[in-house]
């Protein structure tokens, strides 16, 4: 089969890979319909991977449908329109059984996918999925736009938004508005913000965060986020970043007893956290990583429903074979680029 | 001043009535610039009032102007525009330290304006307001019709949707389409309610309900929802009536695990309620009156920024001189009427 | 194998009966070590039975090991100590994933053990437990007795507190003091309660709640705990009868905003609830069935290090073969009795 | 009056200094019978006081009779035996609203007593207490040391572990075991917790912490928590120290979406807090000051219950006279001392 390969720094290539198999009795194949490319495979392609080899397969974001199942999956069967969740845990341990995938305690059958590790790539025409019944989804009722957006930046926006406890009525800040900000935007809205300050170095994307409601900031954000809340501050800031400059912005921007949720994948192993402001302010802070199949329990009704656009994000489409000027488009955060899918039929 | 006064069955009278004076040094006195006409007002209307006696002033509902203050009032001046609760309360006791002034400890201090108890009515020129800093809320960036719309229904529809504890991503279900039902509503969809299904007799109710994003049910509703939610039923009924049948029917809505929340005055004193259903449902069933000041910390943010509309529901005005007229319009629930509103400067 | 039958009011029998096999390959066989006899198999035992034919084996909760383990089931092997959950489920539908088994939506795979349905009887020498990873509990680090407890009182009176969702400080009453009640105070306790009301009719049950820390309640239960609570009521009140007088008495100890929690059984299809009341109280009100595996995620750590006795509520032990005087005296509520225990390998 | 004042490190001094004065018709003068030495007051004992100047009073906890009330307060009389809280807030701006009077935005009447600001010092024969409706607390029911603790410590600790969001069932770790940790911990049985891990320094201090019935904790204590809890980690971690290593070590002790909350005081501007580690635990981390009157909603029905005895961390106690050797002691930390209380009327 065709897939997307990573061969160093800026250089990914479409070619031809053997296709994958049936990881064992509760694994499923999925043929891919269309990949997305996210923002943390931006970290691969600038040359900095998790491994040191080159050649694997990259992406970890599918909507497709099922093409063959391991005999001991229950909840699907081939044909099944399904997404693929970017979160893979076992199913079985205790970290899952409480909805935490993401921290499923079982190295052995979780992981990610695309990186160079065990799993393969989602950029891909086809994808081997282990433990199915736990990391499909059924993606009844949505588009590949909608789905697409569901495997991972959906529900990592909004999660962020969820550790932030909103509660109606609250102000919030969103701190980077790539597709997972935006949909932090959205899940704030959906939790009852009555207001939304939308903070981002580009125009494009404030002005889209604008079009979902939200209110762009420019220039000193500490300045005129207080200016606008009264010299409080905000109740919750929501970080879709991950670097220090950001969350060192985010807890300066909300006001005391306010919430601080990083989303943003951030790499410091010392960040200096100012402990005294934030117990004069007495804060709240939380970083982690989101567990897509817990949050789509209510991400899926309101997509189905339209309460929620998750497609809305995506501005771009190329075909797999293309993969290569697709990455190129996106990294250079130019023409407007939101989220970029590829058609992994072409 | 003039005044609306109750005279007996369908018989409201504009007329003249005594100025009210100050109650004591925590109190004031409000210019009332637009009044409204409440679904509970027409239980008095109705003839099914709380006293025998007859001849007082009507209304709990008044946005307006502050005339006069107590000496020991400190967070209101005179000519502050402001929104009189509907509840009220002492402000000391331990029920409004937490914020259930509705529930007001002391007696002598609480009350309901326009009963014929010891509080005058909102339905005329002037209201005497007891404990100022408790009772009156700062209707700032709010228009009249909103402003009087937060007085008591907003509220009452948003703590009944707030009761039923509605999580992101829930189905709804809200039984009768008045300002409150409407304002239950739309507190569900803020509240990040997958769908809402608006169930009311009136065609115009439901017509309106479904303007503001809710599926109207017609014909059978526990059926046609049943349907509509996979037989499961709906997580969260909000009751916006009062009536045994409206009530038993919340309850057979809901699925298992569900919740019921009732803010319709109910007169049951023995309401039939099935145990055994609702113990194989395991359901939670609550029912209460609104403490307005509490629920406005959420709603008046919520309205200012736009998000909230409360003064959607207002249909239409009445010069306090044909405040008769407004009653029967009312009362007759034809005409497409939702809220009725009186300007009491004419 | 031997097994406790029914076969008609008061007629108990410990009789031969086939040995139990596995239901299929996600089954297991348990060897019983230790059964329970609950106030619900009293109903069965007054002839109050689900079905109109005898001779069926009686009992739900059990302790024991492993005897036998379908191939699909991962979490138990063939020897583990294990405690049957005397609520059981698929573990696979919406239900049962949100922890709430009791409630499963596949009924071919729920039910209740020993009542003439499709499960069989825990008062045996053996069980076939369907769905085993998800109806089995590792009984690791806990006594005959304590194990026995958890498999169903223990789990149902702590879900009534948690139900109440009583906070730290909050004043608890407890109507009923049979083992389910009395797990219902150690609850409460353990979630923060100040104070503890106990009300029972048998004065021996009052004594046991009152070792346990609680107040317990003579005479006037609504007189009595009015003027212990300052005539404000109690914050939380749970019910562990069933029976509409006590249900109507939870609802008038509460305070105003209380929470009134019924684990007690009910059969009422028209409980008289007074609305208006509950209405000017603010109450909420909860009924439902305990999940069992839900609640031993706190109730299991709790045992093991020594915070919660489960054990400490049995008072009689019989062996399997003199059930029918186990029954006989539990029926009878004399000699302080609790909850008795049958030794199933004598 | 006789006060205890600073001149300088390690020279504290029981002299005569004026009487203090109501400060307005809103505050209140406390004749003290007792007062406190709090951890935080060695801060300036050792030089590292918040003013440059010396010879102000000290001290900011105390129980006594009020000796004089202005005007306007309405809670308290004459001769009440009441609290002085050590939080100080106008009781009328948002914050106090909301229950957190510590974030008082209204410092012209806020404060902190006995550094040496506009507030006097608590070790002193009597204390003028701004807004007394707001900062005084009834102390019926309590003995002197209990009520003493209940000024600062306990609601300190308490809200350490309420903040630490405990639920039952949980692990947690206390991080120092001064009467604040010992408090935290009394309160983490409290909420629950199946077992709570004791970390200090010094040996009797755990053996304090062990009578209370938790764990402690020798040697390397990541390694020996991790080995108790079956590798994960604690669930809370409670910090009550304040300092780098020892916030540094809460957050290494705590699993997988674990929760840390520091309420030891801290002066780092600059904490190296390692987001990478914290992203993939999932953490929640917080960090704040108490306000004491909103903890005593439940610390004070727990202690007249006789559930909690704040009063037990009392070691040690000394004449106001001789309060330079009761510094002295409290200092060294030797003698087994943890709490110290000066008796004002000698």
Same mark, same amino acid.
């Given at each position: 089969m065709r897939a997307l390969t990573y061969h160093g720094p800026h250089d990914v290539r479409c070619e031809t890979v053997p296709d994958p198999e049936? &990881?064992?009795?509760?694994g499923a194949l999925v043929q891919v319909d269309a990949a997305g490319i996210c923002g943390s495979d931006l970290h691969i392609y600038d040359?900095?991977?998790?491994? &040191?080899?080159?050649g694997y397969p990259l992406g970890h974001e599918a909507v497709g449908h099922v093409a063959e199942v391991g005999?001991?999956?229950?909840r699907f069967r081939v044909g099944d329109r399904v997404l693929v969740s970017a979160s893979v845990g076992c199913g079985r341990c205790r970290s899952c059984g409480r909805g935490h995938v993401a921290l499923c305690e079982n190295p052995a059958e979780a992981g990610v996918y695309?990186?160079?590790?065990?799993l393969g790539g989602c950029q891909a025409e086809a994808v081997a999925v282990p433990s199915a019944d736990t990391n499909l989804v059924a993606a009844d009722g949505l588009d590949d736009d909608a789905a697409l957006v569901l495997t991972d930046n959906a529900p990592t926006g909004w999660y962020g938004a969820r550790m932030g406890r909103i509660e109606p009525g609250d102000t919030v800040a969103v701190v980077g508005l790539g597709p997972v900000g935006l949909m932090a935007l959205a899940g704030a809205f959906l939790m009852g913000a009555s207001e939304v300050f939308a903070i981002d170095l580009v125009p494009e994307r404030r002005a889209r965060a604008e079009d979902m409601g939200a209110t762009p900031i420019e220039g000193d954000a500490v300045e005129e986020i207080r200016r606008r809340t009264g010299g409080a501050g905000v109740d919750v800031a929501v970080e879709a970043v991950g670097a220090d400059e950001t969350i060192a912005l985010a807890l300066r921007l909300v006001r005391r007893t306010g919430r601080v949720s990083v989303v943003g994948v951030s790499q410091a192993r010392a960040f200096p956290f100012d402990m005294t402001v934030a117990q004069l302010k007495a804060l709240e802070f939380t970083i982690g990583l989101c567990s897509v199949q817990r949050e789509l329990e209510a991400l899926l009704p309101l997509t189905v429903s339209g309460r929620?656009?998750?497609?809305?994000?995506?501005?771009h489409r190329f075909p797999l074979s293309q993969g290569a000027d697709a990455y190129a488009l996106f990294a250079s955060r130019?023409?407007?680029?939101g989220k970029v899918v590829l058609d992994c039929s072409r």
């Amino acid at each position: 089969m065709r897939a997307l390969t990573y061969h160093g720094p800026h250089d990914v290539r479409c070619e031809t890979v053997p296709d994958p198999e049936l &990881p064992n009795e509760r694994g499923a194949l999925v043929q891919v319909d269309a990949a997305g490319i996210c923002g943390s495979d931006l970290h691969i392609y600038d040359g900095h991977g998790f491994v &040191p080899h080159t050649g694997y397969p990259l992406g970890h974001e599918a909507v497709g449908h099922v093409a063959e199942v391991g005999s001991a999956v229950s909840r699907f069967r081939v044909g099944d329109r399904v997404l693929v969740s970017a979160s893979v845990g076992c199913g079985r341990c205790r970290s899952c059984g409480r909805g935490h995938v993401a921290l499923c305690e079982n190295p052995a059958e979780a992981g990610v996918y695309g990186i160079g590790h065990a799993l393969g790539g989602c950029q891909a025409e086809a994808v081997a999925v282990p433990s199915a019944d736990t990391n499909l989804v059924a993606a009844d009722g949505l588009d590949d736009d909608a789905a697409l957006v569901l495997t991972d930046n959906a529900p990592t926006g909004w999660y962020g938004a969820r550790m932030g406890r909103i509660e109606p009525g609250d102000t919030v800040a969103v701190v980077g508005l790539g597709p997972v900000g935006l949909m932090a935007l959205a899940g704030a809205f959906l939790m009852g913000a009555s207001e939304v300050f939308a903070i981002d170095l580009v125009p494009e994307r404030r002005a889209r965060a604008e079009d979902m409601g939200a209110t762009p900031i420019e220039g000193d954000a500490v300045e005129e986020i207080r200016r606008r809340t009264g010299g409080a501050g905000v109740d919750v800031a929501v970080e879709a970043v991950g670097a220090d400059e950001t969350i060192a912005l985010a807890l300066r921007l909300v006001r005391r007893t306010g919430r601080v949720s990083v989303v943003g994948v951030s790499q410091a192993r010392a960040f200096p956290f100012d402990m005294t402001v934030a117990q004069l302010k007495a804060l709240e802070f939380t970083i982690g990583l989101c567990s897509v199949q817990r949050e789509l329990e209510a991400l899926l009704p309101l997509t189905v429903s339209g309460r929620l656009h998750p497609g809305d994000v995506v501005t771009h489409r190329f075909p797999l074979s293309q993969g290569a000027d697709a990455y190129a488009l996106f990294a250079s955060r130019t023409d407007g680029v939101g989220k970029v899918v590829l058609d992994c039929s072409r």
